[in-house]
């Protein structure tokens, strides 16, 4: 076997892991690995920002299932990636992320840019290496994707010294296998099916582990079959149609939401995919006296109010169409309808709300119209996102993409590229304050050069809205939350970029049809009204998440 530069098979090593997109700024540290990636078939995406890159990757990973890749340089290139990174963590996102760094021989002494990545990266990454020696590529890498896309799903980090990458090697890339899925025992599972037959108000709670597992359509199969209601999270809208009458809506905002659910009344909860980062089981289990089963591809998180007495660990889809077998035609009559009533009943009235600027209700019912069922909503993180969260109704899952374990602002705009590197077929809207706007959107630029068409909403408002809503209710006023913006129609115009300003409420829809309409990307701007409360009615209760 002929010796080949370590960054020649390191990329054959990607290659075969079917990676498609690397998203990253090269460095002086990794120029043996662009040079190899130049002579791939994996497409390198420039971008801006690296943590524009990683929110990439990180979408794109949550889309697919399979690992996106970023790249950073040493110091301020890898510190750059932590942001994103860490919200892959969180989010259960499969992302592998790659550094540059210096030569191995300057590592124990202090350096010209040098700090300890892999330290920094070791509390936001499932599985993080050093690379000290080109023999070991195959196994790094293998590792490093095999891990990423084991459930649950995360976040894995990758050091590339620049001397270990220019050295010549031999090797191969090793097979790619699909992870194994394991099962619940028998017994386990016909002791949660008893625990279901003799529910009196049961009810389901859905997370994102559903979403990852692809079991949706298991998921609804199961309510149906046994017509147990199901309450989604917000990373979990969608698993249920909004439309289906077994369908609680989303929960977790606010400390009346699980009450108005039915969870206050039931006796067992079935925790399905359900992910703590979300939202504490305080909540919805203040007095634990719930039954609890737990239904997950790993054992649950130990918290003293969520011991499931049942723990059902496994392929979610498998052992849902086994429950829904075996706990078929028994009447169930758990579950409230009064959540999902309270917030449909408001966000149906928007469609006649004349104010200006626009309220939130109306701008997300004008975005539900213009959406088809397949079409994708993401959400930066803000006072829009607990409206989004809470209001727009979703039909199928990863249609609307909401950063709810990190959280960290900056992220639709580069979520918004990744989906429509996905998705080139659907259209792709992302909802954005006019805070975290400005944290990532010089990516306008990289969506302009790769022609994703899609279109960036600006809720302006001059403030950083969440903190004003939360100050104003804690102490009675506000402080530090105001700021002043560029002209974001100009902004985006010095890109080439196609953009409007809403002057009145008939505006938006206009230009919205429009915007989706074209083959590059746009943006519209509007003025957002946050003087009605997110809370909707003093029925729902105190806020219970963070934005």
């Not at 892991?17 to 690995?33: A, Q, R, S």
């Not at 102490?475 to 939350?481: I, L, P, S, T, Y």
């Not at 970029?497 to 701007?525: K, N, Q, T, Y």
Request: charge should be negative.
């Amino acid at each position: 076997m002929a010796a080949r530069r370590a960054s020649d098979l390191f990329v054959e090593c990607l290659e075969a892991e079917g990676v498609k997109h690397v998203f990253g700024i090269p460095g002086e540290e990794t120029l043996d690995l662009n040079e190899s990636l130049a002579d791939s078939s994996i497409q390198f995406v420039p971008v801006r920002h690296e943590q524009g890159g990683a929110y990439m990757a990180d979408v794109y990973g949550r889309l697919t299932g399979r690992a996106g890749v970023c790249l950073g340089t040493l110091g301020p290139g890898a510190t750059n990636l932590v942001t994103a990174v860490a919200d892959a963590y969180l989010d259960r996102a499969p992302l592998v992320a790659l550094t540059g760094q210096g030569d191995l021989e300057r590592m124990h002494k202090e350096s010209h840019q040098y700090i300890d990545v892999e330290r920094i990266m070791r509390p936001i990454t499932k599985w993080n290496a050093r690379l000290s020696d080109p023999a070991i590529i195959p196994e790094v890498v293998r590792k490093a994707f095999k891990v990423a896309e084991s459930e649950k799903r995360g976040a894995t980090h990758i050091e590339l010294p620049e001397d270990v990458m220019a050295a010549e090697t031999e090797g191969e890339p090793l097979p790619k296998r699909r992870n194994p899925q394991t099962e619940p025992s028998a017994r386990e599972l016909l002791r949660a099916a008893d625990q279901i037959r003799g529910a009196i108000n049961p009810v389901a709670l859905a997370g994102n582990g559903v979403v990852r597992a692809g079991a949706a359509p298991a998921l609804r199969e199961f309510a149906r079959a046994t017509g147990i209601p199901v309450a989604e999270t917000f990373m979990g809208k969608g698993l249920l149609d909004a439309d289906d009458p077994l369908a609680l809506g989303s929960v977790g905002l606010q400390s009346g939401d699980y009450r108005m659910a039915g969870f206050e009344d039931a006796d067992v909860v079935l925790a399905i995919g359900y992910d703590l980062v979300e939202h504490s089981p305080q909540h919805w289990n203040p007095n634990r006296d719930k039954k609890v089963i737990c239904i997950d591809s790993l054992p649950a998180e130990v918290d003293a109010y969520f011991m499931p007495e049942v723990e059902l660990v496994g392929d979610i889809y498998h052992i849902l169409t086994r429950l829904a077998e075996e706990c078929r035609h028994v009447p169930h009559s758990g579950g409230s309808n009064r959540l999902r009533e309270v917030v449909r009943g408001r966000f149906e009235a928007a469609r006649d709300d004349q104010h200006f600027p626009m309220q939130p209700p109306r701008a997300l019912y004008e975005i539900r119209r213009a959406l088809g069922r397949q079409d994708i909503l993401i959400s930066d993180v803000g006072l829009h996102k607990l409206w989004i969260g809470r209001m727009f109704p979703a039909y199928e899952p990863n249609t609307v993409l909401i950063a709810n374990g990190l959280a960290g602002m900056g992220f639709a705009v580069p979520a918004a590229i990744a989906a429509k590197l996905v998705h080139p077929g659907r259209k792709v809207v992302a909802v954005n304050g006019d805070g975290g706007f400005l944290m990532n959107s010089q990516e306008l630029e990289t969506a302009m050069r790769l022609k994703t068409p899609f279109v960036s909403v600006i809720w302006e408002n001059q403030q950083y809205g969440s903190i004003v809503w939360k100050q104003d209710k804690k102490f009675g006023r506000h402080f530090g939350v105001d700021f002043t913006n560029p002209d974001f129609v100009k902004f985006a115009e010095s890109f080439g970029m196609p953009a409007w300003r809403c002057e009145g409420v008939d505006d938006f829809p206009r230009h919205l049809e429009h915007a989706l309409g074209l083959d590059v990307p746009s943006l519209i701007v509007l003025p957002i009204d946050y003087s009605i409360d997110v809370a909707i009615s003093e029925e729902l209760g105190t806020e219970t998440v963070a934005t």
